[in-house]
């Protein structure tokens, strides 16, 4: 047996062919394209083929899953029934992960893991997730749900069913560009535990609403929202220092900062602050930029030796408020796009299984004997 290591940090417990991260020079690449050159040149439904495919679509095939994705857009009947029932109150990643777990009783074969039925589940659940958020959305609101519009894309039909109106072009593209950089990430926990659960030869809507759970954690996808209401704790620029330098004295962590490969800054991250830089000065939002920029140069002063720089989570915050997201449908935007991660990895692991089961290393007393319950 391998000594323990708290955290399984460094354990290599998967092999896949989707992303490659090097923490150290700060690369992500999914089937080795580069993550910047994915989100100014690809689009989230390439993205996705991408990694259940392990290459890029020839423009026939594209076209094809795009359709195929986009006919998903449309909720049962049953489903919008289900979710009108649901309390208005709900927390929208509770609601997700209960809605996920609920499709699999609108399945005529719902326990099927050939590698064919995980892709036509997968698909299934990539096309209802933004349409499952947008009508619960609308619903709390009060408002009737949208029926999706023919030809229109992923990003642009989630913002179109949530609203009610087309998006602009620039708030499609950024939508779609997020959804692109959240795509997947090695074995983050979400992912291990879709990958864990699914070796069990259990169904894909188990190991998908399994990592719905973990990734809700504000140590994982939660920490997006983490950073929203710390940034609204701030006042103004000059509050910075002040409130940094006290969270780093009372070892409070500072949401979006740190990763457990990462050690410089996480490339996303780039991505992610030159899109909220511009969004922001689209939308009257620099005020955010500005404090979001002022806390990493002071993190980067106190604790950029210490490997610690923003992650993908930081400037995501900023980017989905100017998008007009509301903070509790941040971590849920996370989840739509990892759903095509997750489900990548699932198709993996049937592809060549293995039971994940790991040790513990027992460290309690031994030979003890019982003792009866008048002698306690
Ligand atoms: C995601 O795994 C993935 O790939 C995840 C993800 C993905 O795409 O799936 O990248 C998405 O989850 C990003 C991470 C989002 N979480 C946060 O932003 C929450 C804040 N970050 C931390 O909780 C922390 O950095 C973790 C959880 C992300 C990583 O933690 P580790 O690897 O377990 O490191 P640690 O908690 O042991 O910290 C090591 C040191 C400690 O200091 P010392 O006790 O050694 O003096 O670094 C310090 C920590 O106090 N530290 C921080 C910090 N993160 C670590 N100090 C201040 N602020 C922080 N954010």
Redesign the pocket.
């Known amino acids: 047996m391998s000594t323990y290591v708290k ?1 399984l940090e460094g354990i290599v417990a998967a092999q896949t062919e989707m992303s490659h991260i090097d923490g150290q020079k700060g690369i992500l690449e999914y089937v080795g394209i580069a993550i910047g050159d994915l989100s100014t040149k690809s689009t989230f439904e390439e993205t996705v083929f991408l990694l259940w495919n392990k290459r890029l679509p020839k423009q026939d095939e594209l076209d094809a899953f795009s359709k195929d994705l986009a006919k998903r857009f449309a909720l049962p009947a049953a489903i919008v029934e289900e979710i009108r029932r649901l309390p208005k109150t709900a927390e929208p990643m509770h609601m997700l992960r209960t809605m996920v777990s609920s499709l699999a009783m609108y399945d005529e074969d719902p326990n099927a893991n050939s590698v064919e039925a995980a892709r036509e589940k997968s698909i299934n659940i990539l096309g209802y997730a933004p349409s499952i958020v947008a009508t619960f959305d609308r619903y709390r609101r009060g408002l009737d749900p949208i029926a999706p519009q023919p030809g229109m894309s992923f990003a642009e039909n989630f913002l179109y069913m949530l609203n009610g109106e087309k998006p602009t072009e620039t708030m499609a593209r950024a939508f779609d560009i997020c959804m692109i950089l959240h795509a997947d ?2 074995l ?3 992912t291990f535990s879709a990958r864990s659960i699914i070796s069990t030869l259990s169904d894909v809507y188990s190991a998908i609403t399994g990592a719905i759970g973990s990734l809700r954690g ?4 939660g ?1 997006n929202e983490g950073v929203m209401k710390m940034l609204g704790e701030i006042d103004s620029v000059d509050d910075v220092e002040s409130f940094v330098m006290g969270r ?1 004295e009372r ?1 409070d ?9 990462y050690k410089t800054k996480d490339p996303r991250a780039n991505a992610l602050q030159a899109l909220a830089k511009q969004l922001a000065e689209d939308t009257g939002n620099m005020d955010l930029y500005n404090k979001s920029h002022r806390i990493e140069e002071i993190m980067e002063r106190e ?1 950029g030796a ?1 490997g ?1 720089y923003p ?3 930081f400037y995501s915050a900023t980017t989905y408020h100017c998008i007009g997201l509301k903070l509790d449908l941040f971590t849920p935007m996370f989840a739509l796009s990892r759903l095509g991660g997750w489900s990548g990895h699932i198709i993996e692991q049937l592809e060549d299984n293995r039971l994940y089961r790991p040790s513990a290393e027992y460290i309690g007393k031994h030979e003890v004997p019982y003792t009866p319950m008048n002698q306690r």
């Open positions: 955290g990430h090695g983050n926990n979400s504000p140590l994982h996808g920490a780093l070892k962590k500072i949401m979006g900062f740190g990763h457990r490969v604790v210490k610690i992650n993908v989570d």
